[in-house]
């Protein structure tokens, strides 16, 4: 859902590949409790949370740049 991506379903494979380890880990961690699906859906949530975040703040930089505004040096970093 990225659009410039030059292979989609490479990454879609990666993703998938890791949604599957962290669900055998909670399993593995949770096992023979209803919180395991519980938690797994929250940490979905949460990382989706961060994603929309990353790209707030990615736009807020690149609004403070095409406007000739000084970055705070630990933005520049980034």
Do not use: A
Not at 22 to 30: A, G, M, P, S, T
């Amino acid at each position: 859902d990225r659009p410039g991506l030059e292979q989609p379903q490479l990454v879609e494979e990666i993703q998938r590949y890791y949604l599957n380890t962290l669900r055998v880990y909670i399993l593995n961690q949770f096992s023979g409790t209803p919180r395991c699906s519980v938690v797994y859906g929250k940490i979905l949530s949460i990382l989706s949370e961060l994603r929309t975040l990353g790209m707030q703040n990615s736009n807020m930089c690149i609004s403070l740049k095409l406007k000739n505004r000084k970055l705070p040096p630990f933005l520049e970093e980034i």
